[in-house]
């Protein structure tokens, strides 16, 4: 192990005292960053912090290139910007100098990506010609809809961050969109439901569901819902009640078609893909927070699935209420943002 002599140790803790960057005291001393940081940490608290303009090897110019890099999307991460900006550089900067660029000349923040769908400019007029259509629905009217959907859960779960630079307060941006598709360790598929009085039922999908297995579920599982729904005094009767579901073709199928002709349920038209229309996606949220807050994982799928059922039934008829009541804010996010991706 290298011993530093006592007089660079106490050279380095002088250059620590007037604020100076690690970078630069390891460079001018002859010593590692590393050790430069480690002595930093054990500085008094009023000792300067490092003095970032001192440290900033990028011209003005150049600062204003890497943020306009970013914001025009020619670059999606610091590291991506640093590698372009170097290449006009005889003497190349690192990453962490970009990144501090990003912050104080374009006011930038890294923010964590939103998943959201890839929308097309087909499905962009299609959503915003549905929200134009129901721009007038009140919550009243929402609440004779009965909402579905389908919904991975995992037994052990992580879907790795990502992150986007975005001007501070800026609303939803494409540099911080995730694009995804509706269905992509052990997991389980469920189908569930909800309405204004609460959850309805709750069906784990056995392997690929199919039209015929969702038939069947519309007949064991959401016409037990619509019944304890149309029940409801202050709630429309069944002939009034809306279904919803989304566009996927087993949903769409002849035979689902048929099936909601023969049993007098009117479906809500859909526009594809509208996972932010449609408040149950929160409720799934909801949900595996739920699943998230034990202290152990489940051993398997099966302990998952009753764990699932469990949490299912706490979940109470105010939260629904509440992810119902947002409807109206979620139509004029989608007017406003014509079409386009929204915060929710």
Same mark, same amino acid.
């Given at each position: 192990?290298? &011993?530093?002599?006592? /007089?660079?140790? @106490?050279?380095? %803790?002088?250059?620590?005292? *007037?604020?100076?960057?690690? =970078?630069?005291?390891?460079?001018?001393?002859?010593?590692?960053?590393?050790l430069?940081?480690?002595?930093?940490?054990?500085?008094?608290?009023?000792?300067?912090?490092?003095?970032?303009?001192?440290?900033?090897k990028l011209?003005a110019?150049?600062n204003?290139?890497?943020?306009?890099l970013?914001?025009?999307?020619?670059a999606?991460?610091?590291?991506?910007?640093?590698?372009?900006?170097?290449?006009?550089?005889?003497?190349?900067?690192?990453?962490?100098?970009?990144?501090?660029?990003?912050k104080? &000349?374009?006011?930038? /923040?890294?923010? @964590?990506?939103? %998943?959201?769908?890839?929308? *097309?400019?087909?499905?962009? =007029?299609k959503r915003?010609r549905?929200?134009?259509?129901?721009?007038?629905?009140?919550?009243?009217?929402?609440?004779?809809?009965?909402?579905?959907?389908?919904?991975?859960?995992?037994?052990l779960?992580?879907d790795?961050?990502?992150?986007?630079?975005?001007?501070?307060?800026?609303?939803?941006?494409?540099?911080?969109?995730?694009?995804?598709?509706k269905?992509?360790?052990?997991?389980?598929m469920?189908?569930?439901?909800?309405?204004?009085?609460?959850?309805?039922?709750?069906?784990?999908?056995?392997?690929?569901?199919?039209?015929?297995?969702?038939?069947?579920?519309?007949?064991?599982?959401?016409?037990?819902?619509?019944?304890?729904?149309?029940?409801?005094?202050?709630?429309?009767?069944?002939?009034?009640?809306?279904?919803?579901?989304?566009?996927d073709?087993?949903?769409?199928?002849?035979?689902?078609?048929?099936?909601?002709?023969?049993?007098?349920i009117?479906?809500?038209?859909?526009?594809?893909?509208?996972?932010?229309?449609?408040?149950?996606?929160?409720?799934?949220?909801?949900?595996?927070?739920?699943?998230?807050?034990?202290?152990?994982?489940?051993?398997?799928?099966?302990?998952?699935?009753?764990?699932?059922?469990?949490?299912?039934?706490?979940?109470?008829?105010?939260t629904?209420?509440?992810?119902?009541?947002?409807?109206?804010?979620r139509?004029?996010?989608?007017?406003?943002?014509?079409?386009?991706?929204?915060?929710?």
């Amino acid at each position: 192990m290298k &011993v530093i002599p006592e /007089v660079t140790l @106490k050279a380095v %803790k002088a250059s620590l005292a *007037t604020g100076q960057p690690s =970078r630069a005291i390891a460079k001018d001393l002859g010593v590692s960053k590393s050790l430069v940081n480690k002595m930093r940490s054990s500085m008094p608290r009023d000792t300067p912090k490092p003095n970032a303009s001192a440290a900033n090897k990028l011209t003005a110019q150049d600062n204003e290139y890497a943020v306009s890099l970013m914001k025009r999307g020619h670059a999606k991460t610091a590291v991506e910007a640093t590698r372009i900006v170097n290449q006009g550089l005889s003497k190349p900067v690192c990453a962490e100098t970009v990144r501090r660029a990003l912050k104080e &000349v374009g006011n930038l /923040v890294a923010r @964590k990506k939103k %998943k959201k769908p890839a929308l *097309t400019l087909a499905h962009r =007029r299609k959503r915003l010609r549905w929200a134009i259509e129901h721009r007038y629905w009140t919550v009243d009217d929402w609440k004779s809809v009965i909402w579905s959907d389908e919904t991975k859960i995992n037994r052990l779960c992580s879907d790795g961050l990502q992150y986007g630079w975005v001007e501070r307060g800026s609303g939803l941006s494409d540099r911080i969109i995730q694009p995804t598709v509706k269905f992509g360790g052990d997991s389980i598929m469920v189908w569930g439901s909800m309405a204004w009085p609460g959850v309805g039922a709750l069906v784990k999908i056995v392997g690929t569901m199919d039209s015929q297995q969702y038939v069947d579920i519309l007949e064991n599982a959401l016409l037990p819902t619509i019944e304890r729904v149309s029940s409801e005094p202050e709630l429309p009767p069944r002939n009034h009640l809306i279904f919803q579901q989304d566009n996927d073709p087993k949903h769409t199928s002849k035979l689902a078609m048929r099936w909601f002709q023969d049993a007098g349920i009117k479906v809500l038209k859909w526009p594809a893909p509208s996972p932010d229309l449609n408040p149950i996606e929160h409720l799934w949220v909801h949900l595996k927070n739920l699943l998230g807050s034990q202290s152990e994982a489940p051993r398997g799928v099966l302990e998952l699935w009753e764990r699932v059922r469990e949490a299912w039934k706490t979940i109470t008829a105010e939260t629904c209420q509440t992810l119902i009541e947002s409807m109206p804010r979620r139509v004029e996010a989608v007017i406003k943002s014509r079409g386009g991706p929204t915060k929710y």
